[in-house]
């Protein structure tokens, strides 16, 4: 059964996968509107169960405490990063969750390497870690906007035009580091459209209870929307690798990109596949130890084990065994038809 989940999942995705070594160009590779023939509804149930996967996948993660996973969330304004958030970690334990926002860098980041404050906030072993921006702002935001770059103290023969390769070649290899250490890496861009951007952001203006939601900022930014185009289509070429690859995710449609990323999530913890460890012999000896114990402990008229009296084993219903079932219908068709001799 999980293996069939797992690779309807995986042809789910496989047309929003950057494939690695290949030329990506955003506005002809890449439609913000796809929705793979999808209707609304039958969105709103499959991420229910995309939900409930991952919640499955989240305790056995947790609980094998061995791999980790960081998941990079990267849009422009109102693309969606917070809703798909809130929409796709729904059901899972919070205590194995952590979310990281990264703003403007403090003075004391800009006095470390660009990496440094984003390797504090890793996840550690049986969490899932998520980047609300990521790393890959140093090749974004940094790139389109050079002020930012020169805050950063970089010794003036390292500010060439080499530099964006040069940061391309090192966040690969540091997220391939975090790989062979059992972390890994998986990197979503919600994909929108010009137009859309739009729509969102005269929505926020028009409603009274979204106001907070809208910066004048984010206008300013829009004005840089070719530049980002070009910028996100070399990152996503130089980036998307096997052991990290990136998933482009069309968020035209809110419920559709919530889809798409429960898939690519669920996909990566499936990859893993993280099992419940195995207690052992002699952890499992005491175990029956304690539980006959707690059995014998149990009121007059209440159950020894309640758990076991409402889950019956295999092949056991209602506390009847089915040998018992059959026994009692052998003997009700006895006694009809001795009845109907005497008839």
Request: glycine share 8%; proline share 6%; charged share 35%.
């Amino acid at each position: 059964m999980a293996d069939d989940r797992a690779e309807r999942i995986a042809g789910f995705i496989a047309p929003l996968r950057v494939k690695p070594g290949s030329k990506v160009r955003l506005d002809r590779d890449f439609d913000p509107r796809y929705k793979a023939g999808l209707k609304k509804q039958e969105g709103i149930e499959l991420l229910r169960t995309g939900v409930s996967l991952l919640a499955e996948y989240q305790e056995r993660l947790a609980a094998q405490d061995t791999f980790g996973v960081l998941l990079c969330l990267q849009a422009l304004d109102a693309g969606g990063k917070d809703g798909t958030i809130r929409h796709v970690m729904s059901g899972v334990n919070p205590q194995g969750v952590s979310v990281s926002s990264f703003k403007v860098p403090s003075s004391e980041e800009l006095d470390h390497d660009y990496l440094w404050r984003y390797a504090r906030r890793l996840p550690g072993r049986g969490e899932i870690g998520i980047f609300n921006r990521s790393h890959y702002e140093e090749v974004l935001v940094v790139r389109v906007h050079p002020e930012v770059l020169a805050r950063q103290k970089l010794p003036g023969e390292q500010c060439g035009p080499d530099l964006w390769e040069r940061r391309y070649r090192e966040i690969n290899r540091w997220e391939r580091y975090l790989t062979d250490n059992g972390f890994k890496v998986v990197k979503i861009f919600l994909n929108l459209s010009k137009e859309e951007q739009r729509t969102r952001f005269l929505k926020r203006i028009d409603l009274p209870e979204k106001n907070w939601k809208f910066s004048a900022a984010d206008v300013r930014e829009r004005r840089h929307w070719d530049e980002y185009q070009e910028a996100f289509s070399e990152m996503l070429s130089a980036t998307s690798t096997k052991w990290a690859p990136w998933y482009v995710v069309p968020a035209d449609r809110k419920w559709f990109a919530r889809i798409c990323a429960a898939a690519v999530l669920a996909h990566t913890l499936m990859d893993i596949a993280p099992r419940f460890p195995d207690v052992g012999e002699e952890a499992r000896k005491e175990l029956l130890v304690t539980r006959r114990e707690l059995a014998q402990e149990a009121p007059a008229g209440v159950p020894a084990d309640p758990y076991t009296a409402g889950h019956p084993p295999a092949g056991r219903s209602g506390g009847r065994s089915g040998g018992r079932r059959k026994k009692e219908r052998k003997g009700r068709k006895g006694r009809k038809g001795k009845k109907g001799k005497r008839g």
